[in-house]
């Protein structure tokens, strides 16, 4: 006998083949094998009341379907959460090509998780339903995957071992289900995880395969854990574990013991793996060798360990005791300089001025563009230097202090920006929740945070593999560079966590998300980039480089300029993010930059310099020109990446005219147009040495803003 949703599917995919076969072009923009997709699934979820879906074919992307989510003809997301969706998920899932999201929580959905599911998910929330059977070892194949709620419903069995090339996850809820047996050992491989909740399971065994994970929420209340739990677990800001039957040593012959001299089992309030000593032996009749030889044993080591306490105990003090003297004594030689340097003011007040450099009126310093610029921005900067701060051998900085906690308190350099914990962040996050989650690149995720005064921050997370090798101590020198970097056109720092095993930066929040999605994907937004304002946000992008190659102290390459990274605050004004990071982009990254479109021709031999940020920002110029990616599958194979298709037509003032961007309109003038594709043709040049400074493109693009009024 066939099942009702097996037949469902058959009928289907019959129906799906019959439609391609007939009508190859009836799909018109979305992607024909997500087509089949979707349909098998509003089949299999019981031909709910969904506006724009059908049973077969349609146009799900184009035609704007229910809760469905797209890039170009690809759907990547289906949010479907509290819709009163009932059937199943079908056993067709894993046909859909390029979706990421799937969010079909708190809904009546049954059956069990189909074991074919889509390898490029990164995000699957379906909690809140009816399902049952057991989790699908077939979780292995999602090494994309950051998100995985699965909690309130009616999973049972054992978690399987499936977690090896989960890498990229870093929110596991598999809480208020039926799940049984011990923790499989491949979590131990979830080196991103920061939220796992597995409460109110029947889960047996040990907690060791946690203990050296990043967790900053960890929840195992009301299950059947057992053994001591590991010291490492109890430094977790937010772990809760009540509820679990968990024992220490057990002493033979109970019943020889007097009722308060018992030390089997552990005060609600005691730590884990710390007994509770009852009293001497010698107060205690009838004790036979072998528990007076225990006992006493137990003595010798509370005396040693009392003993040692006091020993700390003393060394805290004095250590202490030696701190405040150092610091009244530094308090005393700062007032001395102090007083020095006022005494040395008084007498020749123009000293200062006489030993800072001149900025001219685009802020840039001028004895840098004539003497130093050309030795400077040319060195390249090998692949094979250590993790350590770019340039940072050019000028004296001084080491900082690493934030350590003495009796509580925090004590840090007040050269840094703000602290803060993790238990703060992860208030103002929601516990990093979906919700605030605004984008993950390639040092880490990225979520909104919400103060109490209501002030919005963006937090990210570094998860990278090269920054989970920093020391704290070269962190710390990351964070105290990156605070100094301060201009208009680039996002700032306003603090930082270092807590844990986790480091977390925290920026300026910007409204408006970054010009890749308001030149690609936002629309409100495009339709606000008239030909004027491209060229002013050309002229603060192009500020913010000069800022950072020929202003700033180290001068800072970014070396991962692209319109992703370009930020656009509320009155839609160009803030340059991730600058200051090129320290934590890993070796390999030179080929990704490539890839992508942004990368100069230079990096094929594995150095990067100066001008190679030159390189992309006249990409990230191409791109406010045409409106086009940087590289773009969807697109011929001639015109994929966008330099090489426009390069040969920037000189040709009928070619170029045609590249322009269809949503302007023609509301430009031939002469601005021109001028405009020059500065791209400099600075995409193939070698590097003829790219020009960012100096001389800023003179540049304020020449052609004059002009136009």
Not at 536 to 555: D, I, N, R
Not at 660 to 665: A, I, Q
Request: glycine content about 6%; overall charge neutral.
């Amino acid at each position: 006998m066939v099942r009702n949703s097996e037949l469902q599917i058959y009928v289907v995919a019959a129906v799906g083949l019959w439609v391609v076969i007939s009508t190859p072009n009836c799909f018109g923009f979305t992607d024909p094998r997500d087509i089949l997709a979707i349909n098998s699934l509003y089949a299999a979820l019981g031909f709910p009341p969904l506006m724009g879906w059908l049973l077969a074919g349609g146009d799900p992307c184009y035609e704007g379907w229910q809760g469905v989510q797209c890039v170009n003809y690809n759907i990547t997301g289906i949010v479907l959460n509290d819709a009163n969706l009932g059937g199943e998920l079908g056993e067709n899932l894993g046909a859909f090509a390029s979706i990421i999201q799937m969010d079909l929580s708190n809904n009546h959905i049954g059956g069990s998780i189909p074991y074919n599911l889509p390898l490029t998910l990164k995000t699957l929330f379906l909690f809140g339903n009816q399902i049952t059977g057991s989790i699908p070892e077939s979780l292995s194949t999602l090494s994309q995957l950051t998100d995985l709620s699965l909690n309130k419903n009616h999973l049972s069995g054992v978690i399987p071992d499936s977690f090896q090339q989960l890498m990229a996850l870093t929110n596991l809820d598999l809480s208020a289900n039926n799940l049984s047996g011990t923790l499989p050992p491949s979590m131990a491989n979830l080196s991103s995880i920061s939220i796992l909740h597995l409460q109110n399971n029947h889960l047996t065994g040990v907690l060791n395969v946690l203990e050296d994970l990043p967790l900053i929420d960890l929840d195992i209340e009301n299950n059947l854990f057992s053994g001591p739990i590991p010291p490492k677990l109890l430094s977790v800001p937010n772990f809760r574990s009540s509820g679990n039957p968990f024992n220490t040593t057990i002493i033979r012959s109970p019943s020889a013991l007097s009722p308060s001299s018992t030390f089997d089992t552990q005060p609600p309030d005691s730590s884990p793996g710390i007994q509770a000593f009852g009293p001497s032996s010698s107060d205690l009749p009838h004790i036979s060798g072998q528990q007076k030889s225990t006992l006493s044993k137990k003595v010798v080591w509370l005396a040693i360990s009392g003993f040692l306490i006091l020993v700390l105990l003393t060394l805290g003090v004095c250590f202490r005791v030696s701190r405040c003297r150092k610091e009244k004594s530094a308090i005393k030689v700062g007032d001395h300089m102090k007083n020095s340097m006022l005494n040395s003011s008084s007498s020749n007040p123009t000293q200062h001025k006489e030993n800072g450099p001149t900025l001219n009126d685009n802020g840039s310093n001028n004895s840098l563009r004539s003497s130093k610029l050309k030795e400077e921005k040319t060195v390249t900067i090998s692949t094979n230097r250590p993790p350590q701060l770019l340039d940072a051998e050019k000028v004296d900085v001084k080491p900082v202090s690493v934030p350590t906690t003495i009796g509580g308190n925090r004590s840090r350099n007040v050269n840094l920006p703000r602290y803060f914990s993790i238990a703060s962040l992860q208030q103002y996050t929601n516990s990093f929740s979906q919700t605030n989650f605004i984008g993950r690149g390639m040092l880490g995720t990225v979520y909104k945070a919400q103060l109490p005064n209501n002030k919005l921050l963006a937090v990210k997370k570094l998860e990278n593999a090269a920054s989970r090798s920093w020391s704290d101590e070269a962190f710390m020198n990351l964070v105290s560079n990156v605070s100094k970097l301060r201009h208009e056109n680039i996002v700032g720092l306003e603090g930082y966590c270092c807590e844990h095993g986790q480091q977390l930066l925290v920026y300026e929040y910007c409204k408006n998300g970054t010009l890749h999605e308001a030149l690609h994907v936002d629309d409100s937004i495009h339709e606000k980039l008239s030909w004027n304002a491209r060229i002013h946000l050309a002229l603060q992008a192009a500020k913010a480089l000069e800022y950072l190659h020929e202003v700033c102290q180290p001068l800072v390459v970014h070396k991962n300029f692209k319109s992703a990274n370009i930020l656009l605050d509320e009155e839609l004004n160009i803030r340059v993010s991730d600058c200051g990071l090129s320290p934590l982009i890993p070796l390999m990254f030179n080929s990704q930059l490539q890839g992508s479109g942004y990368g100069a021709p230079e990096l094929e031999s594995g150095s990067y310099t100066y001008q190679s940020d030159v390189y992309s920002f006249g990409v990230v110029m191409l791109e406010l020109l045409t409106g086009r990616k940087a590289h773009d599958r969807s697109r011929p194979r001639g015109e994929q990446f966008l330099v090489r298709w426009a390069v040969p037509r920037l000189h040709d003032i009928e070619a170029l005219s045609r590249m322009v961007d269809p949503s302007l309109d023609a509301a430009y003038s031939s002469k601005s147009l021109s001028r405009f594709a020059d500065i791209i043709s400099l600075c995409v040049q193939a070698e590097p040495e003829f790219r020009p400074p960012m100096s001389e493109i800023v003179r540049n693009l304020l020449h052609m803003i004059k002009l136009n009024h």
